[in-house]
């Protein structure tokens, strides 16, 4: 058995914005691209090695998130002799009686307004730091930026273990 977390991480072409130093004498100048698309980053966290998995996609209903689930447990070859206990919060697709929830995979739920009990959230300050204060043309020019960043998060285990293993998250040998 192994607990996971995951959470999805909305970003588009309005930039994100975070604060610069500049001199005193300079006004800093921010190019925005006003238009309102997006698309979604699925984080997935193995808290207790640092592992990552990731999904983009255009938006997220239950019908995708489905599919997400089914490839995780595809991925991480999940059935009657492998478990997975995936920790969620409780997004209207995460509930809904039309989830199809793959053999070996369990979902746990957190308590409602509880991001900070959710190491998959802390992902998302990795992710947004090549994409911070930049703006793009289009939405293919996020998802490449987004996806070498992915690949790089993937490779760097101890710093994904570190940021996500809160003191009071089980390891494996607690769940058994």
């Keep these: 058995m192994q607990l996971w977390s995951e959470d999805e991480h909305r ?22 691209n006003w238009k309102f698309e997006w698309l979604w980053l699925y984080g997935f966290v193995r808290p207790e090695t640092g592992e990552t998995y990731w999904w983009i996609i ?33 997004a209207g697709w995460h509930i809904s ?32 730091e ?3 204060n930049r703006s793009f043309e289009n939405l293919d020019q996020l998802e490449e930026l987004l996806c070498a960043r992915c690949r790089s998060l993937w490779k760097q285990r101890e710093l994904i273990r570190g940021l996500t293993s809160f003191h009071w998250w089980p390891q494996t040998e607690t769940l058994l």
């Design 97 to 128: 009686k039309n989830l199809k929830v793959p053999e070996g995979l369990h979902l746990m739920f957190l308590p409602s307004h509880s991001p900070e009990l959710q190491p998959a959230e802390r992902l998302w300050l990795l992710v947004d």
């Design 130 to 132: 090549p994409i911070a």
């Design 58 to 90: 255009p938006y997220v209903n239950t019908t995708l998130f489905s599919r997400v689930l089914q490839e995780f447990a595809a991925e991480f070859k999940l059935g009657p002799n492998q478990h997975i206990m995936l920790v969620v919060d409780q």
């Design 11 to 32: 970003l588009g072409l309005k930039p994100v914005m975070r604060r610069i130093y500049v001199a005193e004498d300079c006004q800093p100048l921010a190019h925005i």
